[in-house]
């Protein structure tokens, strides 16, 4: 039922964050040259725009055009999570995508390279190896995450706010949440799931 629910967000998951790409893209200024974009589900979240946006157009029309592409990848799921800088005319991709999506890897480099003005792409996405310690693993952080109080609304929408990335039982905690209280919070959670043997949080507090 789980992976059914999990299809079932990946399907709208495109639709959902384009359509707030959208309404934010010309109220948003574009992020400073270099500057890392994590790929949430419902779009990327920029740490902090700083007082310059990019210092020329090309960039800042390349960084836009990067982020609408990726959001229209098909598979890319809460556990998954893929980021990106721009300098100049090369984009560098990293991240990490699930065995399941391997091909989530190629299809991101894939739609980057045929951007206009983009000369390069290097591509450092790594892929999960298949590992049913590592699937349990994420689930049951998910379970624990969503069970635990203000988290539960960070995974009401079809397009989650925090992605869960699992290597070796290690797990790292991507994305944003409103306040470093929810933050914390989830550490706790992750780190209470069953045999997990390391927590990461590198959400991002967004007010």
Known sequence: MR???????????????????????????????AQEASLSSNGPV????????????????????VRHELLMLPYYSLFDDLEYTV????????GYVTSEHAQT???????????????KVVNNIKVLPPSPMDQEARERVYGA????????????EAAPSIHIIVD?????????????GDKNLATIAAKGAPD???VTNELRVVK
């Open 3 to 33: 992976k059914t629910l999990l299809m079932s967000v990946l399907l709208v998951l495109s639709a959902a964050a384009l359509a707030q790409t959208s309404q934010r893209s010309q109220a948003t200024p574009a992020a400073p040259a």
């Open 46 to 65: 920029v740490a902090d725009y700083g007082k310059n946006a990019y210092p020329n157009d090309a960039e800042g029309h390349i960084a836009k055009e």
């Open 87 to 94: 300098q100049g005319h090369t984009v560098t991709l990293n």
């Open 105 to 119: 890897k190629n299809d991101a480099e894939n739609v980057v390279k045929h951007i206009e003005g983009v000369d």
């Open 145 to 156: 995450l969503v069970n635990t109080g203000s988290l539960s609304r960070y995974f009401w």
């Open 168 to 180: 070796g039982q290690r797990v790292t905690l991507k994305g944003f949440v409103n306040s470093e």
């Open 196 to 198: 997990v043997f390391q």
